[in-house]
């Protein structure tokens, strides 16, 4: 069975800094990309930052020097470092994992953890 388990979030500051945590099991974790998504309420799921099974990784635009993703194949996790919070990165945070075998793509979800970011 796959699971994939967000923790870390919570009630921060503006400029503030939370760090999220994605435990992943039932997979081969070092083979699957992975992915930071939020959602905020009224719109839809977006990317936040994403990093490859080599290590690469890419961030959206608003979070660019702000942000930092990174995964630990030994621990099977993969982290999220938030900085600067403002409240624009108010939403629910979820863990993806993804990879794609012989056109078979493999991808699943965590449940998610609330970030909101308010004074």
């Known amino acids: 069975q796959v699971q994939l388990v967000e923790s870390g979030g919570g009630l921060v500051q503006p400029g503030g800094s939370l760090r999220l945590a994605c435990v992943c099991s039932?997979?081969?974790?070092?083979?699957?990309?992975m992915g930071w998504y939020r959602q905020a309420p009224g719109k839809q799921r977006e990317l936040v930052a994403e990093i490859g099974a080599s290590g690469s990784t890419t961030y959206t635009e608003s979070v660019k020097g702000r942000f930092t993703i990174s995964r630990d194949n030994a621990q099977n996790t993969v982290h999220l470092e938030m900085n600067s919070l403002n409240p624009e990165d108010t939403a629910v945070y979820y863990c993806?994992?993804?990879?794609?075998?012989?056109?078979?793509?493999?991808?699943?979800w965590g449940q998610g953890t609330q970030v909101t970011v308010s004074s």
């Open positions: 993806r994992a993804r990879r794609s075998v012989n056109r078979t793509w493999y991808d699943y």
């Open positions: 039932g997979i081969f974790f070092s083979s699957y990309g």
